[in-house]
């Protein structure tokens, strides 16, 4: 019997609905004793999946809430146990009220995560689903939320299945065949798998190409803003931030540190580091900025180039412009675009210019265009895009095992040495869906949950 926990799953701020979130056995009984339907009837005798309105009472067993609860039976539930939700009005006062009642009729407080804990110990989900869980409830875009979805549903599972189970085919004839040499098994020759096994290595490496995206999806695009003091870098960041993030003065070199804000721009979301304007100075502090504006373009995964178009390119420019050569991604901005201009498209060496105006706001739709086709990968967002670094680490590993144990084949190596590499490309396999994962790792894991989930 697994003990009771209970939590408000619905977050502590005032809202039209909160939900006060029970799992384990006898938590119907448990949730009886604060909870009095209006029918007469025990909760615990409530229809399956059925709302009944009743009254929730604190525990001086005074009236708090007229609110809706809902009795589910196992094995049917989200956690695979007996689970009861009473659907309160979203007052913070209430629903502490309510949970102190919950605790003092048995319940335990729930633990970061362990009602999506208990659905995995339980069979409900495997690991690829129940840490699809936490990527969808943080995902900040459409397509982020649309790859963690499909994930929920199963499908980096059924990638990875067909996988796991050829693989365990292979390793059960050999053992087969090693422990039963009496028995008409057919002979194991290691030739009739190399197929399979290079098939399966492919099906790996094409899941490991799709983890660019799904950093992004994940993460967001680093977005470095560059160019020479006074050009507009920070009123650029404000304008896509929706307000004044950065202090903006016509003083050149009032950046001098790098500034990051996270905004969405279009379909994509940003994480914007608005740099120190590079030029040669003499002022300590400022240089320190200078070289770590050059270090935010370095790591980058995109380029905004900004200069002033009202003005002639200067040397300055020509530097930064520089810096931003190598970068497969960079947009050049030409702002003050409301002015007279001097700067034309055709003197910026980059794929995409786009005149700006950071006061009106004019040319940010199509820069968010633009950054919106740089980023929309070929891959689906239906669940089919690797984006969770601990996974990505584990189908690497296995990949590699497998093209070892394909170089095994090809230098003649007995069947034993060849499978070792193969077993060690399932349990690394094993550590993405939770067949073969550490404890710690999975406590880990479902510590990055919020209590209720």
Known sequence: MSHVIAAVSTGNQISAIGILRLSGDECAQIAGKVFTCKSGKPLWEAPDRKLVL??????????????????????????????????????????????????????????????????????????????????????????????????????LQKKLAPVYNDLTDLCSHF??????????????????????????AKALYALLMTYGQGRILRQGVAAAIVGKPNVGKSSLLNALAGYDRVIVTDIPGTTRDTVEETVILGKTRLRLTDTAGIRET??????????RSRAAAENADLVLFVCDGSKPLTQEDQAV??????KQNAIAL???SDLPQTVQPCELPFLYVIPVCTKTGQGLDQLADVIDSMFDGSAPCDGSILSNPRQYD????????????????????????????????????????????????????????????
């Open 54 to 155: 009743g009254t929730l009472q604190d525990k001086q067993g005074r009236s708090i809430d007229q609110c809706m609860a809902v009795y589910t039976r196992a094995p049917h539930t989200y956690t695979g146990e007996d689970t009861v939700e009473f659907h309160c009005h979203g007052s913070p006062a209430v629903l502490a009220a309510g949970l102190d009642a919950l605790y003092l009729a048995g319940a335990k407080p729930a633990k970061r995560g362990e009602f999506t804990m208990r659905a995995f110990l339980n069979g409900q989900l495997d690991l690829t689903q129940a840490e699809a869980v936490i990527d969808l409830i943080e995902a900040e875009t459409a397509d982020a939320a649309a790859n963690a979805a499909g994930q929920v549903g199963g499908s």
């Open 175 to 200: 053992h087969a065949v090693l422990d039963y040499p009496d028995e008409d098994i057919e002979d194991f020759q290691l030739k009739q798998y190399e197929t399979s096994l290079r098939s399966n």
């Open 282 to 291: 003499a002022d300590q502090i400022e240089a320190i900025g200078v070289d």
């Open 321 to 326: 412009i520089e810096t931003c050569a190598d």
């Open 334 to 336: 030409i702002n003050k």
């Open 394 to 453: 584990a189908i690497r590993r296995s990949y590699e095992a497998m093209l070892s144990a394909l170089q095994g084949i090809k230098l003649g190596l007995t069947p034993d040495a060849v499978l070792t590499d193969v077993e060690t490309g399932m349990e690394a396999m094993g550590e993405v869906t939770g067949a073969t994962v550490r404890e710690d790792i999975t406590s880990r894991i479902f510590e990055r949950f919020c209590v209720g989930k």
